[in-house]
Protein backbone atom coordinates (compact mmCIF):
# COMPACT_ATOMS: atom_id res chain seq x y z
CA UNK A 1 0.00 0.00 0.00
CA UNK A 2 1.23 3.72 -0.27
CA UNK A 3 1.12 6.12 2.58
CA UNK A 4 0.23 9.33 0.25
CA UNK A 5 -2.60 11.32 1.99
CA UNK A 6 -1.36 14.53 0.61
CA UNK A 7 1.31 13.11 -2.39
CA UNK A 8 2.29 17.14 -3.28
CA UNK A 9 3.07 18.23 -0.11
CA UNK A 10 7.14 18.87 0.39
CA UNK A 11 6.86 17.22 4.10
CA UNK A 12 5.69 13.77 2.99
CA UNK A 13 7.17 10.58 1.87
CA UNK A 14 6.12 8.14 -0.77
CA UNK A 15 6.33 4.89 0.80
CA UNK A 16 5.28 1.45 -0.32
CA UNK A 17 4.87 -1.10 1.97
CA UNK A 18 3.01 -3.99 3.57
CA UNK A 19 0.73 -3.67 6.54
CA UNK A 20 1.04 -5.68 9.54
CA UNK A 21 -2.05 -6.96 11.56
CA UNK A 22 -3.98 -5.00 13.89
CA UNK A 23 -1.74 -5.47 17.00
CA UNK A 24 0.44 -3.08 15.54
CA UNK A 25 -2.05 -0.28 13.94
CA UNK A 26 0.39 2.34 14.13
CA UNK A 27 3.51 0.42 12.10
CA UNK A 28 2.67 -0.03 8.38
CA UNK A 29 6.40 -0.78 7.22
CA UNK A 30 9.44 -0.13 7.92
CA UNK A 31 11.62 3.38 7.39
CA UNK A 32 14.78 3.21 6.06
CA UNK A 33 17.79 5.15 7.35
CA UNK A 34 17.27 7.93 4.63
CA UNK A 35 13.87 8.24 5.33
CA UNK A 36 14.53 8.54 8.79
CA UNK A 37 17.04 11.31 8.57
CA UNK A 38 14.83 13.47 6.45
CA UNK A 39 11.51 13.01 9.03
CA UNK A 40 14.37 14.37 11.49
CA UNK A 41 15.86 17.37 9.86
CA UNK A 42 11.88 18.42 8.93
CA UNK A 43 10.45 18.32 12.36
CA UNK A 44 13.95 18.76 14.28
CA UNK A 45 13.45 22.58 14.22
CA UNK A 46 9.76 22.61 15.15
CA UNK A 47 11.23 20.64 18.24
CA UNK A 48 13.57 23.05 19.09
CA UNK A 49 10.97 26.06 18.85
CA UNK A 50 8.39 23.80 21.43
CA UNK A 51 11.23 22.75 23.91
CA UNK A 52 12.43 26.74 24.21
CA UNK A 53 11.08 28.11 27.57
CA UNK A 54 8.99 31.35 27.01
CA UNK A 55 10.70 34.11 28.07
CA UNK A 56 9.63 37.52 29.26
CA UNK A 57 10.34 39.95 26.08
CA UNK A 58 7.86 42.54 27.59
CA UNK A 59 5.04 43.75 29.81
CA UNK A 60 2.44 40.80 29.52
CA UNK A 61 -0.88 40.49 30.06
CA UNK A 62 -2.47 38.69 33.43
CA UNK A 63 -4.35 36.14 33.17
CA UNK A 64 -6.24 35.61 36.83
CA UNK A 65 -9.19 34.75 38.53
CA UNK A 66 -11.02 31.74 37.59
CA UNK A 67 -9.16 29.11 35.57
CA UNK A 68 -11.79 28.50 33.11
CA UNK A 69 -10.43 24.38 32.15
CA UNK A 70 -12.69 22.38 31.66
CA UNK A 71 -12.24 18.85 33.67
CA UNK A 72 -14.55 16.82 31.39
CA UNK A 73 -12.78 14.19 30.91
CA UNK A 74 -10.63 14.34 33.76
CA UNK A 75 -8.53 11.08 34.36
CA UNK A 76 -5.95 9.85 36.93
CA UNK A 77 -3.52 11.82 38.83
CA UNK A 78 -4.51 10.22 41.91
CA UNK A 79 -1.01 9.74 43.27
CA UNK A 80 0.22 13.11 42.38
CA UNK A 81 -3.60 14.90 44.36
CA UNK A 82 -2.88 12.32 47.16
CA UNK A 83 0.86 13.87 47.20
CA UNK A 84 -0.25 17.52 46.76
CA UNK A 85 -3.24 17.32 49.39
CA UNK A 86 -0.24 16.03 51.98
CA UNK A 87 1.83 18.92 51.53
CA UNK A 88 -0.95 21.41 51.39
CA UNK A 89 -2.35 20.08 55.13
CA UNK A 90 1.45 19.97 56.16
CA UNK A 91 1.87 23.64 58.02
CA UNK A 92 5.67 23.65 57.21
CA UNK A 93 5.25 23.90 53.91
CA UNK A 94 4.19 27.24 52.79
CA UNK A 95 5.64 26.38 48.46
CA UNK A 96 4.57 23.74 46.49
CA UNK A 97 6.00 23.01 42.70
CA UNK A 98 4.64 21.41 40.04
CA UNK A 99 7.30 20.80 37.18
CA UNK A 100 6.98 18.97 33.74
CA UNK A 101 7.34 19.82 29.94
CA UNK A 102 4.70 21.61 28.11
CA UNK A 103 1.60 19.75 27.75
CA UNK A 104 1.90 17.00 30.53
CA UNK A 105 -0.98 18.26 32.81
CA UNK A 106 0.81 20.79 35.23
CA UNK A 107 -1.78 23.76 34.32
CA UNK A 108 -4.84 20.98 34.51
CA UNK A 109 -3.40 19.46 37.96
CA UNK A 110 -3.47 23.37 39.14
CA UNK A 111 -7.34 23.61 37.39
CA UNK A 112 -7.98 20.42 39.52
CA UNK A 113 -6.86 21.62 42.87
CA UNK A 114 -8.29 25.23 42.53
CA UNK A 115 -11.62 23.42 42.18
CA UNK A 116 -11.60 21.04 44.57
CA UNK A 117 -13.68 21.75 47.33
CA UNK A 118 -13.10 18.79 49.48
CA UNK A 119 -9.39 20.46 50.60
CA UNK A 120 -9.30 21.88 54.07
CA UNK A 121 -9.60 25.56 54.65
CA UNK A 122 -8.27 27.44 51.77
CA UNK A 123 -11.93 28.93 51.34
CA UNK A 124 -10.57 31.77 49.15
CA UNK A 125 -8.44 30.89 46.39
CA UNK A 126 -6.88 32.99 42.94
CA UNK A 127 -4.94 31.25 40.09
CA UNK A 128 -3.01 33.76 38.09
CA UNK A 129 -1.44 32.63 34.64
CA UNK A 130 1.75 34.58 33.79
CA UNK A 131 2.50 32.89 30.97
CA UNK A 132 2.93 36.14 29.11
CA UNK A 133 4.63 37.27 31.66
CA UNK A 134 2.67 39.69 33.94
CA UNK A 135 3.99 42.72 35.97
CA UNK A 136 4.34 41.56 39.68
CA UNK A 137 2.13 44.70 40.24
CA UNK A 138 -0.80 43.49 38.49
CA UNK A 139 -0.59 39.91 39.91
CA UNK A 140 -0.36 41.54 43.70
CA UNK A 141 -2.99 44.01 42.86
CA UNK A 142 -5.71 41.98 42.01
CA UNK A 143 -4.79 39.21 44.67
CA UNK A 144 -4.56 41.62 47.57
CA UNK A 145 -8.79 43.00 46.19
CA UNK A 146 -10.11 39.15 45.50
CA UNK A 147 -8.50 38.85 49.28
CA UNK A 148 -10.43 41.72 50.49
CA UNK A 149 -7.16 43.53 51.66
CA UNK A 150 -6.13 47.50 51.13
CA UNK A 151 -3.69 48.04 48.10
CA UNK A 152 -0.96 50.28 49.25
CA UNK A 153 -0.36 53.25 47.66
CA UNK A 154 3.63 53.02 46.51
CA UNK A 155 4.43 49.69 44.54
CA UNK A 156 7.59 49.33 46.90
CA UNK A 157 4.87 48.19 49.32
CA UNK A 158 3.35 45.54 47.68
CA UNK A 159 5.18 42.67 48.16
CA UNK A 160 5.43 43.33 52.21
CA UNK A 161 1.36 43.66 51.55
CA UNK A 162 1.33 40.63 49.72
CA UNK A 163 3.12 38.65 52.35
CA UNK A 164 1.11 39.86 55.12
CA UNK A 165 -2.01 39.26 53.36
CA UNK A 166 -1.09 35.46 53.12
CA UNK A 167 0.17 35.14 56.63
CA UNK A 168 -2.86 36.58 57.87
CA UNK A 169 -5.54 33.94 56.52
CA UNK A 170 -6.29 30.49 54.88
CA UNK A 171 -5.78 31.29 51.09
CA UNK A 172 -4.61 29.15 48.20
CA UNK A 173 -2.36 31.03 45.45
CA UNK A 174 -1.67 29.24 42.13
CA UNK A 175 1.06 30.94 39.58
CA UNK A 176 0.66 29.29 36.63
CA UNK A 177 3.47 29.09 34.06
CA UNK A 178 6.22 30.71 36.22
CA UNK A 179 9.27 29.67 33.50
CA UNK A 180 7.74 32.56 31.97
CA UNK A 181 9.47 35.23 34.60
CA UNK A 182 12.61 33.70 34.19
CA UNK A 183 15.32 34.23 31.93
CA UNK A 184 18.56 31.81 32.04
CA UNK A 185 19.55 28.81 34.38
CA UNK A 186 16.49 29.95 36.72
CA UNK A 187 17.27 33.49 36.95
CA UNK A 188 14.31 35.86 37.92
CA UNK A 189 13.62 38.41 35.37
CA UNK A 190 11.78 40.76 37.53
CA UNK A 191 12.98 41.35 41.27
CA UNK A 192 9.71 42.28 42.50
CA UNK A 193 8.85 37.97 42.09
CA UNK A 194 12.10 37.23 43.55
CA UNK A 195 12.04 39.22 46.47
CA UNK A 196 7.94 38.05 46.96
CA UNK A 197 8.81 34.14 46.49
CA UNK A 198 12.39 34.36 48.91
CA UNK A 199 10.35 36.73 52.05
CA UNK A 200 7.10 33.76 51.35
CA UNK A 201 9.66 30.74 51.79
CA UNK A 202 11.62 31.92 54.34
CA UNK A 203 8.24 33.02 55.98
CA UNK A 204 5.66 31.33 55.34
CA UNK A 205 2.34 31.50 56.99
CA UNK A 206 -1.44 29.87 56.68
CA UNK A 207 -1.52 30.08 53.16
CA UNK A 208 -0.67 27.99 50.56
CA UNK A 209 1.34 28.78 47.19
CA UNK A 210 1.57 26.57 44.14
CA UNK A 211 3.75 27.19 41.29
CA UNK A 212 3.57 25.42 38.05
CA UNK A 213 6.14 25.40 35.66
CA UNK A 214 8.76 24.12 33.39
CA UNK A 215 12.31 24.97 34.76
CA UNK A 216 13.05 25.85 38.38
CA UNK A 217 13.55 29.15 39.58
CA UNK A 218 16.61 29.32 42.07
CA UNK A 219 15.16 30.01 45.82
CA UNK A 220 15.76 28.68 49.13
CA UNK A 221 14.60 24.58 49.35
CA UNK A 222 11.91 25.23 52.11
CA UNK A 223 9.13 24.17 49.79
CA UNK A 224 7.65 20.60 47.97
CA UNK A 225 8.34 19.72 44.29
CA UNK A 226 6.37 17.61 42.67
CA UNK A 227 7.64 16.41 38.91
CA UNK A 228 5.01 15.35 36.51
CA UNK A 229 5.40 12.63 34.31
CA UNK A 230 3.16 11.47 31.67
CA UNK A 231 -0.71 9.39 32.64
CA UNK A 232 -0.76 6.20 34.09
CA UNK A 233 -1.56 3.09 31.73
CA UNK A 234 -5.08 2.69 33.03
CA UNK A 235 -5.47 6.20 33.36
CA UNK A 236 -4.54 7.24 29.58
CA UNK A 237 -6.65 4.20 28.40
CA UNK A 238 -9.64 5.52 30.31
CA UNK A 239 -9.00 9.24 28.48
CA UNK A 240 -9.14 7.38 25.13
CA UNK A 241 -12.10 5.18 25.82
CA UNK A 242 -13.98 8.23 27.69
CA UNK A 243 -12.78 10.10 23.96
CA UNK A 244 -14.72 7.30 22.08
CA UNK A 245 -11.42 5.89 20.54
CA UNK A 246 -11.02 2.42 19.62
CA UNK A 247 -7.99 0.31 18.88
CA UNK A 248 -5.12 -1.00 20.39
CA UNK A 249 -5.02 1.98 23.20
CA UNK A 250 -3.01 -0.23 26.13
CA UNK A 251 0.31 -0.13 23.21
CA UNK A 252 -0.48 3.45 22.40
CA UNK A 253 -0.28 5.03 25.44
CA UNK A 254 2.69 3.11 26.05
CA UNK A 255 3.67 4.26 22.94
CA UNK A 256 3.54 7.77 23.89
CA UNK A 257 4.54 7.20 27.63
CA UNK A 258 0.69 8.36 28.33
CA UNK A 259 1.34 12.52 27.06
CA UNK A 260 -1.62 14.16 27.91
CA UNK A 261 -1.47 16.45 25.32
CA UNK A 262 -0.57 14.30 22.60
CA UNK A 263 -3.75 11.41 23.62
CA UNK A 264 -5.93 14.33 23.41
CA UNK A 265 -5.12 15.38 20.05
CA UNK A 266 -4.75 12.25 18.40
CA UNK A 267 -8.48 11.51 19.46
CA UNK A 268 -9.54 15.34 18.82
CA UNK A 269 -7.91 13.92 14.77
CA UNK A 270 -9.68 10.96 14.15
CA UNK A 271 -12.65 12.26 15.79
CA UNK A 272 -12.82 15.02 13.17
CA UNK A 273 -11.66 12.79 10.52
CA UNK A 274 -13.34 9.66 11.17
CA UNK A 275 -16.78 10.19 13.18
CA UNK A 276 -17.77 6.87 12.40
CA UNK A 277 -15.33 4.77 12.95
CA UNK A 278 -12.43 7.25 15.47
CA UNK A 279 -10.12 3.76 15.61
CA UNK A 280 -6.10 3.91 15.94
CA UNK A 281 -6.00 2.23 12.76
CA UNK A 282 -6.77 5.31 11.20
CA UNK A 283 -3.65 6.99 11.98
CA UNK A 284 -2.47 4.95 8.93
CA UNK A 285 -4.17 7.20 6.69
CA UNK A 286 -3.49 10.21 7.93
CA UNK A 287 0.30 10.02 7.78
CA UNK A 288 0.90 8.66 11.19
CA UNK A 289 1.58 5.28 9.86
CA UNK A 290 5.25 4.56 11.13
CA UNK A 291 4.52 6.53 14.51
CA UNK A 292 5.32 3.71 16.54
CA UNK A 293 8.92 3.33 14.49
CA UNK A 294 9.58 6.71 14.31
CA UNK A 295 9.29 7.16 18.66
CA UNK A 296 11.42 4.18 18.51
CA UNK A 297 14.43 4.97 16.91
CA UNK A 298 16.94 6.69 18.35
CA UNK A 299 18.10 8.78 15.69
CA UNK A 300 14.54 10.50 16.47
CA UNK A 301 14.10 10.52 19.71
CA UNK A 302 17.93 10.64 21.17
CA UNK A 303 18.14 14.26 21.52
CA UNK A 304 15.09 15.17 22.13
CA UNK A 305 12.26 14.11 24.51
CA UNK A 306 9.86 11.81 23.04
CA UNK A 307 6.66 13.46 23.89
CA UNK A 308 8.02 16.38 21.96
CA UNK A 309 8.77 14.58 19.05
CA UNK A 310 5.48 13.12 18.74
CA UNK A 311 3.38 15.78 19.22
CA UNK A 312 5.08 17.72 16.46
CA UNK A 313 4.66 14.44 14.12
CA UNK A 314 0.90 14.04 15.11
CA UNK A 315 0.60 18.39 14.86
CA UNK A 316 2.10 18.06 11.34
CA UNK A 317 -0.57 15.47 10.24
CA UNK A 318 -3.25 17.22 11.67
CA UNK A 319 -1.80 20.81 10.21
CA UNK A 320 -1.71 19.52 7.05
CA UNK A 321 -5.79 18.18 7.83
CA UNK A 322 -6.74 21.91 8.22
CA UNK A 323 -8.04 24.11 4.79
CA UNK A 324 -6.40 26.59 3.88
CA UNK A 325 -8.35 29.46 5.68
CA UNK A 326 -7.97 27.28 9.36
CA UNK A 327 -4.11 27.51 8.50
CA UNK A 328 -4.23 30.83 7.36
CA UNK A 329 -6.16 31.88 10.59
CA UNK A 330 -4.18 29.46 13.23
CA UNK A 331 -0.51 31.45 11.71
CA UNK A 332 -1.90 34.90 11.83
CA UNK A 333 -3.98 34.86 15.20
CA UNK A 334 -0.37 33.36 16.79
CA UNK A 335 0.86 36.75 16.91
CA UNK A 336 -1.29 37.32 19.64
CA UNK A 337 -0.95 37.68 23.01
CA UNK A 338 -3.50 36.16 25.63
CA UNK A 339 -7.13 35.42 24.41
CA UNK A 340 -8.20 36.34 20.96
CA UNK A 341 -12.26 36.57 19.96
CA UNK A 342 -14.02 36.50 16.30
CA UNK A 343 -12.74 40.25 15.71
CA UNK A 344 -9.13 40.33 16.63
CA UNK A 345 -8.61 37.60 14.25
CA UNK A 346 -10.54 38.87 11.35
CA UNK A 347 -8.10 42.30 12.19
CA UNK A 348 -5.41 39.96 10.95
CA UNK A 349 -6.82 37.59 8.34
CA UNK A 350 -8.72 39.81 5.90
CA UNK A 351 -11.02 38.65 3.41
CA UNK A 352 -13.39 37.01 5.59
CA UNK A 353 -16.16 37.70 7.47
CA UNK A 354 -16.68 37.72 11.31
CA UNK A 355 -19.25 35.20 11.39
CA UNK A 356 -16.84 32.73 9.07
CA UNK A 357 -14.03 33.38 11.54
CA UNK A 358 -16.01 32.32 14.66
CA UNK A 359 -16.93 29.11 12.85
CA UNK A 360 -13.37 27.96 12.12
CA UNK A 361 -12.26 29.15 15.47
CA UNK A 362 -14.53 26.64 16.85
CA UNK A 363 -13.73 24.04 13.96
CA UNK A 364 -9.64 24.57 15.66
CA UNK A 365 -10.97 23.52 19.26
CA UNK A 366 -12.81 20.85 18.05
CA UNK A 367 -8.85 19.71 16.85
CA UNK A 368 -7.16 20.97 20.15
CA UNK A 369 -5.31 23.52 18.58
CA UNK A 370 -7.81 25.88 20.40
CA UNK A 371 -9.26 25.99 23.59
CA UNK A 372 -12.58 28.20 24.04
CA UNK A 373 -13.50 30.40 26.81
CA UNK A 374 -17.01 31.95 27.38
CA UNK A 375 -16.21 35.21 29.36
CA UNK A 376 -18.41 37.82 30.03
CA UNK A 377 -18.64 39.56 26.27
CA UNK A 378 -18.31 36.42 24.34
CA UNK A 379 -16.52 33.79 23.21
CA UNK A 380 -12.83 33.52 23.41
CA UNK A 381 -9.99 31.65 21.83
CA UNK A 382 -6.86 31.05 23.12
CA UNK A 383 -3.42 28.20 22.30
CA UNK A 384 -2.22 25.98 25.07
CA UNK A 385 1.55 27.31 24.82
CA UNK A 386 2.91 24.07 23.36
CA UNK A 387 0.90 24.26 20.19
CA UNK A 388 1.41 28.17 19.91
CA UNK A 389 5.18 27.78 19.67
CA UNK A 390 4.23 25.09 16.84
CA UNK A 391 1.70 27.80 15.13
CA UNK A 392 4.79 29.86 14.95
CA UNK A 393 7.54 27.40 13.97
CA UNK A 394 5.15 27.28 10.69
CA UNK A 395 4.26 30.80 10.69
CA UNK A 396 8.24 31.63 9.91
CA UNK A 397 7.72 35.58 9.20
CA UNK A 398 5.55 37.41 10.81
CA UNK A 399 6.04 40.84 9.69
CA UNK A 400 2.79 41.34 8.07
CA UNK A 401 0.88 40.15 10.88
CA UNK A 402 2.49 41.96 13.25
CA UNK A 403 1.44 45.10 11.07
CA UNK A 404 -1.94 44.27 11.16
CA UNK A 405 -2.02 43.64 15.27
CA UNK A 406 -0.63 47.14 15.35
CA UNK A 407 -3.68 48.58 13.08
CA UNK A 408 -6.01 46.71 14.89
CA UNK A 409 -5.07 48.20 18.61
CA UNK A 410 -4.43 51.79 17.64
CA UNK A 411 -8.58 51.26 15.52
CA UNK A 412 -9.59 50.78 19.18
CA UNK A 413 -6.98 52.04 21.66
CA UNK A 414 -8.61 54.34 24.11
CA UNK A 415 -8.20 57.83 24.42
CA UNK A 416 -7.93 59.90 27.33
CA UNK A 417 -8.11 60.56 30.30
CA UNK A 418 -7.41 57.38 31.26
CA UNK A 419 -8.82 55.97 34.78
CA UNK A 420 -7.03 52.62 35.08
CA UNK A 421 -3.98 50.71 33.50
CA UNK A 422 -6.90 48.77 31.42
CA UNK A 423 -7.36 51.62 29.67
CA UNK A 424 -3.91 51.98 28.10
CA UNK A 425 -3.25 47.94 27.41
CA UNK A 426 -4.49 48.56 23.63
CA UNK A 427 -0.86 50.74 23.88
CA UNK A 428 0.77 48.09 25.78
CA UNK A 429 0.22 45.52 23.01
CA UNK A 430 0.87 48.16 20.40
CA UNK A 431 4.42 48.34 22.12
CA UNK A 432 4.50 44.84 21.78
CA UNK A 433 4.07 44.42 18.64
CA UNK A 434 6.89 46.73 17.46
CA UNK A 435 8.98 45.57 19.36
CA UNK A 436 9.00 41.95 17.75
CA UNK A 437 9.39 43.95 14.44
CA UNK A 438 12.57 45.35 16.26
CA UNK A 439 10.75 48.84 15.19
CA UNK A 440 11.86 50.04 18.75
CA UNK A 441 11.40 53.67 17.99
CA UNK A 442 7.98 53.13 17.54
CA UNK A 443 7.73 50.44 20.16
CA UNK A 444 9.28 53.83 22.33
CA UNK A 445 6.79 56.35 20.48
CA UNK A 446 3.89 53.84 21.91
CA UNK A 447 4.81 54.20 24.88
CA UNK A 448 5.75 57.70 25.51
CA UNK A 449 2.62 58.33 24.50
CA UNK A 450 1.07 56.77 27.72
CA UNK A 451 4.51 57.51 29.87
CA UNK A 452 2.88 60.26 32.44
CA UNK A 453 -0.09 57.93 32.91
CA UNK A 454 1.29 55.62 34.29
CA UNK A 455 4.22 58.29 36.24
CA UNK A 456 1.14 59.78 37.63
CA UNK A 457 -0.57 56.52 38.56
CA UNK A 458 2.60 54.99 39.93
CA UNK A 459 3.20 52.52 37.68
CA UNK A 460 7.05 52.89 37.77
CA UNK A 461 7.35 48.19 37.47
CA UNK A 462 5.60 48.52 34.15
CA UNK A 463 7.88 51.49 33.15
CA UNK A 464 11.00 49.26 34.60
CA UNK A 465 9.93 46.82 32.23
CA UNK A 466 9.08 48.65 28.97
CA UNK A 467 12.53 50.99 29.32
CA UNK A 468 14.67 48.16 30.27
CA UNK A 469 13.75 46.31 27.14
CA UNK A 470 14.26 49.25 24.81
CA UNK A 471 18.05 50.52 26.73
CA UNK A 472 19.10 46.64 26.03
CA UNK A 473 18.37 46.35 22.55
CA UNK A 474 20.00 49.76 22.13
CA UNK A 475 22.51 49.30 24.35
CA UNK A 476 23.85 46.24 21.56
CA UNK A 477 23.51 49.15 18.68
CA UNK A 478 25.67 51.46 20.67
CA UNK A 479 23.22 53.93 18.61
CA UNK A 480 24.23 57.53 20.30
CA UNK A 481 22.93 59.82 18.11
CA UNK A 482 19.58 58.70 18.81
CA UNK A 483 17.36 60.76 21.73
CA UNK A 484 15.22 57.70 22.46
CA UNK A 485 17.96 55.73 23.38
CA UNK A 486 18.95 58.57 26.23
CA UNK A 487 15.38 59.48 26.61
CA UNK A 488 14.52 55.64 27.36
CA UNK A 489 18.05 55.70 29.94
CA UNK A 490 16.79 58.99 32.22
CA UNK A 491 12.86 57.28 31.85
CA UNK A 492 14.28 53.91 33.42
CA UNK A 493 16.23 55.85 35.89
CA UNK A 494 13.06 58.09 36.55
CA UNK A 495 11.36 55.29 37.45
CA UNK A 496 14.13 52.95 39.51
CA UNK A 497 14.21 56.58 41.30
CA UNK A 498 10.84 55.99 41.96
CA UNK A 499 11.01 52.78 43.05
CA UNK A 500 13.66 54.16 45.46
CA UNK A 501 16.25 52.24 44.37
CA UNK A 502 18.72 55.14 43.94
CA UNK A 503 22.08 53.73 43.19
CA UNK A 504 20.51 51.93 40.24
CA UNK A 505 18.62 55.36 39.35
CA UNK A 506 22.56 57.06 39.68
CA UNK A 507 24.14 54.02 37.03
CA UNK A 508 21.29 54.91 34.77
CA UNK A 509 21.66 58.44 34.87
CA UNK A 510 25.82 58.40 34.11
CA UNK A 511 25.29 56.33 31.11
CA UNK A 512 22.89 59.07 29.58
CA UNK A 513 25.59 61.86 30.80
CA UNK A 514 28.30 60.11 29.57
CA UNK A 515 26.70 59.59 25.75
CA UNK A 516 25.23 63.55 26.01
CA UNK A 517 28.68 64.90 26.67
CA UNK A 518 30.28 62.07 23.83
CA UNK A 519 27.99 63.51 21.27
CA UNK A 520 27.87 67.10 22.62
CA UNK A 521 24.59 67.39 23.48
CA UNK A 522 24.96 70.22 26.59
CA UNK A 523 21.04 70.33 27.07
CA UNK A 524 21.16 66.88 27.87
CA UNK A 525 24.19 66.83 29.68
CA UNK A 526 22.26 69.83 32.08
CA UNK A 527 19.16 67.58 32.87
CA UNK A 528 21.56 64.13 33.28
CA UNK A 529 23.52 66.20 35.80
CA UNK A 530 20.24 67.65 37.45
CA UNK A 531 19.11 63.99 37.74
CA UNK A 532 22.19 62.70 39.14
CA UNK A 533 21.95 65.12 41.76
CA UNK A 534 18.44 64.75 42.96
CA UNK A 535 19.82 61.25 43.18
CA UNK A 536 22.45 62.10 45.80
CA UNK A 537 20.52 64.07 47.49
CA UNK A 538 18.21 61.37 48.01
CA UNK A 539 20.86 59.02 49.46
CA UNK A 540 21.87 61.64 51.55
CA UNK A 541 25.27 62.12 49.57
CA UNK A 542 24.50 66.23 49.81
CA UNK A 543 27.94 67.57 48.83
CA UNK A 544 27.95 65.43 45.60
CA UNK A 545 24.50 66.45 45.26
CA UNK A 546 25.35 70.12 45.32
CA UNK A 547 28.55 69.48 42.87
CA UNK A 548 26.05 67.48 40.22
CA UNK A 549 23.25 70.66 40.61
CA UNK A 550 26.00 73.20 40.43
CA UNK A 551 27.56 72.02 36.97
CA UNK A 552 23.91 72.19 35.49
CA UNK A 553 23.68 75.24 37.03
CA UNK A 554 26.71 76.49 34.85
CA UNK A 555 25.60 75.37 31.70
CA UNK A 556 21.95 76.68 31.75
CA UNK A 557 23.52 80.31 32.45
CA UNK A 558 26.24 79.65 29.61
CA UNK A 559 23.25 78.87 27.03
CA UNK A 560 20.82 80.85 28.46
CA UNK A 561 18.13 78.78 29.96
CA UNK A 562 16.71 80.83 32.60
CA UNK A 563 13.88 78.14 33.30
CA UNK A 564 16.34 75.12 33.58
CA UNK A 565 18.47 77.57 35.74
CA UNK A 566 15.89 78.58 38.07
CA UNK A 567 15.11 74.43 38.54
CA UNK A 568 18.97 74.10 39.18
CA UNK A 569 19.30 77.21 41.49
CA UNK A 570 16.03 75.33 43.46
CA UNK A 571 17.54 72.23 43.58
CA UNK A 572 20.76 73.81 45.35
CA UNK A 573 18.53 75.24 47.72
CA UNK A 574 17.01 72.27 48.84
CA UNK A 575 20.42 70.10 49.01
CA UNK A 576 21.74 73.18 51.34
CA UNK A 577 18.56 73.14 53.26
CA UNK A 578 19.48 69.37 53.85
CA UNK A 579 23.15 69.75 55.02
CA UNK A 580 21.16 73.11 57.24
CA UNK A 581 22.66 75.31 55.79
CA UNK A 582 19.99 77.99 55.70
CA UNK A 583 21.43 80.79 55.06
Avoid at 84 to 108: A, D, F, R, T, V
Amino acid sequence: MTNESNPNHQNNIKMNVTAFGDGKATQIGQLNAQQVQIIVDRINPAIERIEQLAKLESPGILKAGNPHKSLAYWQGRTAEIANLKQWLNNPNIPLIGIEGIGGIGKSMLSAYLYEDETIAGLTKRFLADVSYGAIFTDVATQVLQEFGFRVPEQETQLVQALVKCLQSGEYLLIIDNLESLLTTDGIWASQFYEEFFTTWVECGGKSKVIVTTRERPKLPKRWEWLPLSGLKIEDGIKLLTALGIQGNLEEFVKLVDGYPLLLRFVADLLIEEYPQDPNLKRLENLGLGNLQQLLTDKKVVGQHRLENVGMVLVLDASFERLNELQKSLLQNISVYRGVVNAKAAMAVCLGSSETEIERELRNLVKRSFLSEKLIDDGRWFEFQPVVLEYVRYKAGDQTEAHQKAINYYQSIAKQQPWQTKDDIQEYLEIFYHFYQLADYDSAFEAIRHCDDFLTLGGYYANQVELYRQLVNKWSKTNDKENWHYTASLISLGNAYYSLGQYQTAIAFYQQSLDIKKEIGDIQGESISLNNLGNAYDSLGQYERAIAFHQQSLDIKKEIGDIQGESISLNNLGNAYDSLGQYE
